[in-house]
Structures are given as structure tokens and as C-alpha cells.
């Protein structure tokens, strides 16, 4: 047996492939070696072969997925032709490249990079911090107000007609029953904290969402609302063209969205059934590190907030320590002796306090020096006001402070968080919202019906302004009639459309005039617009109420 290993050993080592030598040695190899040597030494190559190939690493899924997902510089090298033929790589900083390199220099100081270069701080770290009653205003205060105003719905112009109340009660309803309100506000706050929300609907029945969204696959009574998913129970799928196609509108957007069920394990939801809310997006080659979400509200305004409550912690010890005494002392008896000395100040401080007295040898002076505290509430106040531009809320609000200043009104502030206000009802429940109405009114009636979502006014103006606005709008719809720019039936149209006119109930058609108020009245009209009485014996004069009263009674007479 150990003879037939060493003849297969030596048939494999003519399979060998030894890399090329030089013609001294191959000469000295021939005049100075046996072949028996020469074996020895391909032998020994070829373990030295075998050496280096078990030496590179195997091949990961793992490694291999972070090359194609977490590209760096190697992956996005420039190619050129050399007049050889050769195409030859370079690096877009080498010195070939300095029109690339002139627009940006990356000469950045470590102190700089390191300052700006944040990473994902991860969504426990989120979940913890925004324990903060700072950081959980900044995340809630928006979400709630946003919402606070409420929002109505309209058949578009020209569509079906509304009834009285339909609306209303299927506004109600979708509160009610579906909580759609509490759904916008949590899938708000999800966004600020963790940097993305997924909003998924639910249903009692069986639909197959990991195919694309399909109005029809509803079924009648089978909608059961929205609900809001943590990130961190979330994993990601891709197809071909999300992972590996720049152009792609989806590029880097994942595919299906899958998560644990108590039944079926895991399920995977395709994106057109979801609603993905992003509070800060990120460049393509940093969606992996932020798990294809975006940059959290908690993560951006955390240092912000531990800057300021440091800054009141130490005005605080500050305000505790800013009087120190001072007393002579000899040194090198504290130095010959520190515990009896430590035990003297100790004894010293106890018997001190502010309405106490401090003892002293005799012959000892003794001073008392106060810490200015000078500059430290404008410290504390930009820090403050740090905080306040990162959650785009005014200071009078997210801290409860009175504007101080005779130019100060806070006018400027107000109005930019109502336009911070009025972007996340646009952008992100007018959405969720949309959603909503289509899978409800599948649901509910069998198809789909078109119906326009439109946010109530932010300001909520108090009763008297309302009675003021409602007066001065009478005022126009008079002059409006007398000028006959619209008519009667043109105003009550007004009055049923406006929704603060208090007539929302009018019938569209104005009242006809039985024939004996037909009689009383001409054709004629007055400046006001009102129909002029007609005439009596007196062609110029018209019937007053007198008159009327008159006539009455004469009647009254004739029929007893």
C-alpha cells in the first residue's frame, strides 16, 4: 500500500505547474541535483501551493452581501484605455483625476469628520432616549396638533350629491371603528423616533399581500383597519431590479416587508400594500446602516438635549457652590499632618450653614469670594433654542415660556410651526388617510368611491370672531343682492356651503310666495334689495304696514 501511494504521488507531481526559472538555475539544478532531489523540491512547491490556497478566506453570504449592499471607493473605480490596448483602473482621487477631485477636497480634519460622521445609534438607544420628557414633546407635540383640527371630506364638483349628515357620520365612523386618527398620530411619532414607520392594513379574512396591491382582492365587511409596525420587528426582501438597478425608481427600497405572526410564522407584505413614512432621508450607500429607513428626530436633537440639561444641571451646582471661603493657612502643617487638618475643615464645615457661625483661629483671616453668574441663562437659552429649530417647535411652546420683549408677539414663530403643521398633514396623513377611505369604502359598500380629504383650518378662532366674521359676510351678501351681481338663490347656495354660517341645513330653493303675498308685494325693489309694497290710491306711494294693518281690519269687518 505505501509503495502504490508513492507512485500516484509522483504521477501527480508532473501535473504540477512550477513557475518559471532562470537558466543558471535550471543548469545548476541539472549538474548539482539528482532527480530524485528535483522531485523532492516540486513536491514541496506544490504543498506550498495548497498552503496558500487554504490560507485565503471561504466564501461568505454574509461577506459577499456586505460588497454588494455596503459599497465603498474599490467598487466605483474609473476605467481607461492605454494606447497599448490595455484597459487599466484608477482611483477617482488619483492624480490623473484632479477635475474629479477639484470639485470637493477631502481634506477634512479628523476633528471635523468625526464631529458629522453619526452612525445609526440603533432602535433600543431610540426607545430609551425618547423616555426624555424633552425628546418625547419634540416627538408627540407635532403628531397631536397636526391632528387636533380634524379634517372633513366632499364628493368631488359635479359627482354624486351628498346627503345630510353622510359625511359627517362616515368621518365619525372611521374614528370610531377604525381609529383612523390614533393611526396617523402613532405612525407620526414612529417616524420621529425610530426615523421610519410602516403603516399596514388589517383584514378578518385571508388576502394575499405579498403579490402587488389589488383593489379587488377585498372583500366585502373584511377591512378591519390600519395598524402601525415597529422597525425593529421588521426584516427586508429584494427582487433583482431594487438591488442592483440605480436607474430603478424603487432602487434600494425593499421589496417585500416581512414580520412574525402568531399563526403563520412569518409574513411577507409587497411595498404598493404598505404606507412607509421616512423623517429624514439618507443617500443610497447609508439606507443598510439606517435598515433602508431614515435619520430619527430622537438621533438628531439627543446631544442637543443632554447639552441643555447639563447646562441646568451646572447652574444648579453653581448656584449651590458660587460662595467659597477662604481662610490663611500654613501649609506645611497640613502637608506634616493632612488627617488632622481634613478632620479640622470637616468639623469647620458642619458648624457652617447660612444662619450658623464660622470658627476660626485666632490671628486667621478669612474672605469670601462669589462665582459671577453672568452669561449663564443666555447659555442655557441657546441651548434652548438648539433644540427648538432641530423639532421645529417654538420655544413658547415645546418649553412653556412667556414671550418676553415689547417687539416680541411670537407672531413669526407661531406661523412657521403652523406651516411645520400643515407639511405633515400634506404629506403624511393626507396619505394614510386616502388609503384608508379606499379600503373602507371597498369594504363597506362593495366599490370604491371618490372622495376628497381636505384638513380643517389650523386656527380655531373664538366665538366672538365668529360672529364678527359672520356679520361682516351678511354685510357683503346684502350689498352682493342690491348691486345684482348674485340673486337670492345664489346667497342661500353660499350660506348651505359655508360651514360656519350656522344655514349648512337650508333648502337650496327659496320659499314661494302664496297668491296673497303676491298681491301685497310689486316687482319693484328697493335699494336693499327687498320687494317694494305696490301702490294704493297714491301711485307714488306704496303700502306701508299701517296700510296693511288697515286692510285687515276692514276685512275683519266685512266678514262679521
Not at 490560507?55 to 455596503?70: D, G, L, N
Not at 394614510?432 to 362593495?446: D, P, Q
Not at 366674521?469 to 337670492?488: G, L, Q
Request: hydrophobic share 35%.
Amino acid at each position: 500500500m505505501g509503495s502504490e501511494k508513492i507512485e500516484k504521488s509522483v504521477k501527480r507531481q508532473k501535473t504540477v505547474k512550477t513557475q518559471k526559472i532562470s537558466d543558471n538555475a535550471m543548469n545548476f539544478a541539472k549538474e548539482k541535483l539528482s532527480k530524485r532531489e528535483i522531485k523532492a523540491l516540486a513536491w514541496s512547491k506544490m504543498i506550498k501551493d495548497i498552503a496558500d490556497v487554504v490560507k485565503k478566506p471561504k466564501f461568505s453570504v454574509a461577506t459577499r452581501s456586505k460588497e454588494i449592499i455596503q459599497r465603498t471607493i474599490e467598487n466605483f473605480k474609473g476605467f481607461r484605455v492605454m494606447p497599448d490596448g490595455k484597459i487599466e483602473s484608477y482611483s477617482m482621487d488619483a492624480a490623473e483625476c484632479e477635475y474629479a477631485a477639484t470639485a470637493f477636497k477631502p481634506d477634512l480634519s479628523y476633528e471635523i469628520i468625526s464631529k458629522y460622521k453619526q452612525i445609526f445609534i440603533g432602535y433600543q438607544n431610540c426607545a430609551i432616549i425618547r423616555q426624555n420628557a424633552i425628546v418625547d414633546n419634540a416627538c408627540t407635540m407635532p403628531a397631536i396638533d397636526a391632528m387636533a383640527s380634524g379634517y372633513k371630506i366632499m364628493y368631488p364638483n359635479g359627482s354624486k350629491k351628498a346627503k345630510v349628515g353622510e359625511l359627517e357620520e362616515f368621518v365619525e365612523r372611521s374614528q370610531d371603528k377604525y381609529g383612523i386618527k390614533d393611526v396617523c398620530v402613532k405612525a407620526f411619532v414612529n417616524k420621529a423616533q425610530f426615523g421610519w414607520a410602516l403603516v399596514i392594513p388589517t383584514f378578518n379574512k385571508e388576502v394575499d399581500m405579498e403579490k402587488e396591491f389589488d383593489i379587488n382582492d377585498i372583500d366585502r365587511d373584511s377591512y378591519t383597519g390600519l395598524t402601525v409596525v415597529d422597525p425593529y420587528w421588521i426584516t427586508y426582501d429584494f427582487d433583482q431590479e431594487s438591488l442592483t438597478d440605480p436607474t430603478s425608481k424603487h432602487y434600494y427600497e425593499p421589496t417585500w416587508y416581512s414580520f412574525p405572526t402568531g399563526k403563520q410564522g412569518y409574513k411577507r407584505i409587497h411595498r404598493s400594500w404598505v404606507i412607509k413614512l421616512i423623517h429624514s432621508n439618507v443617500a443610497d450607500f447609508l439606507k443598510p446602516t439606517y435598515f433602508f429607513g431614515g435619520v430619527s428626530l430622537v438621533q438628531q436633537i439627543y446631544e442637543a438635549v443632554y447639552a441643555y440639561e447639563k447646562a441646568l444641571n451646572e447652574a444648579m451646582l453653581l448656584l449651590l457652590t458660587k460662595r467659597s471661603y477662604v481662610a490663611d493657612a500654613e501649609m506645611s502643617n497640613y502637608m506634616a499632618n493632612p488627617q488632622e487638618v481634613n478632620a479640622l475643615l470637616d468639623a469647620t464645615a458642619e458648624l457652617h450653614s447660612n444662619y450658623g457661625i464660622w470658627v476660626k483661629q485666632i490671628g486667621s483671616e478669612v474672605s469670601q469670594m462669589d462665582t459671577s453668574l453672568t452669561g449663564l441663562e443666555e447659555v442655557i437659552n441657546a441651548c434652548m433654542q438648539r433644540i427648538c429649530a432641530i423639532a421645529k417647535i417654538p420655544a413658547e411652546k415645546l418649553f412653556k415660556l412667556a414671550i418676553k420683549g415689547l417687539n416680541s408677539s411670537g407672531s413669526f414663530e407661531l406661523n412657521d410651526y403652523k406651516q411645520h403643521l400643515k407639511s405633515i398633514q400634506s404629506n403624511d396623513y393626507l396619505q394614510i388617510i386616502k388609503f384608508h377611505n379606499m379600503l373602507m369604502t371597498k369594504s363597506e359598500f362593495g366599490k370604491v368611491k371618490n372622495i376628497i380629504v381636505e384638513f380643517n383650518p389650523i386656527d380655531t378662532p373664538d366665538e366672538l370672531t365668529k360672529a364678527k366674521v359672520r356679520e361682516i359676510d351678511a354685510r357683503t351678501s346684502v350689498m352682493r343682492t342690491s348691486a345684482k351681481i348674485t340673486d337670492r338663490k345664489e346667497e342661500r347656495i353660499r350660506l348651505i356651503g359655508d360651514p360656519n354660517s350656522g344655514f349648512n341645513a337650508l333648502d337650496p330653493e327659496p320659499p314661494e310666495l302664496s297668491d296673497d303675498e303676491e298681491k301685497l308685494f310689486s316687482v319693484e325693489k328697493d335699494n336693499m334689495g327687498r320687494p317694494m309694497p305696490k301702490a294704493t290710491n297714491n301711485p307714488i306711494r306704496g303700502k306701508t304696514k299701517a296700510d296693511l294693518l288697515v286692510e285687515e281690519e276692514n276685512k275683519e269687518n266685512t266678514n262679521e
